[in-house]
């Protein structure tokens, strides 16, 4: 069964930087499509960033310039550098991956941005 286990969230100041992290344990042949989630109370899962096979990358209107999607297919792990961040930033990101063409989900992780 795979597993992905996602890291570094936490409370940042408008106009601060986080990078969160999301690595994939288990059972993995393949890994195609990856991409990072995020959703806030009331509101739906909407995706901020994904990433290709290839390295191609797509931006949510709203973090395009500010954030930065990137994988490392060795280590089966993909991470999002998170820049000059707002309020409006706020919310659970969760890691979403393609494995074996099955979808699985990580846990989700708290991103705060207050003063």
């Known amino acids: 069964q795979v597993q992905l286990v996602e890291s570094g969230g936490g409370n940042v100041q408008p106009g601060g930087s986080l990078r969160l992290s999301c690595v994939a344990s288990g059972n993995i042949g393949s890994i195609t499509p990856i991409g990072w989630y995020r959703q806030t109370p009331g509101s739906q899962r909407a995706c901020a960033a994904l990433?290709?096979?290839?390295?191609?990358?797509r931006y949510q209107d709203s973090v395009k310039g500010r954030f930065t999607i990137s994988r490392d297919n060795a280590k089966n792990a993909v991470y999002l550098q998170m820049d000059s961040l707002k309020s409006e930033d706020t919310a659970i990101y969760f890691c979403?991956?393609?494995?074996?063409?099955?979808?699985?989900w990580g846990q989700g992780t708290q991103v705060t941005v207050s003063s």
């Open positions: 990433i290709g096979t290839t390295g191609t990358t």
């Open positions: 979403f991956m393609v494995v074996d063409r099955t979808g699985v």
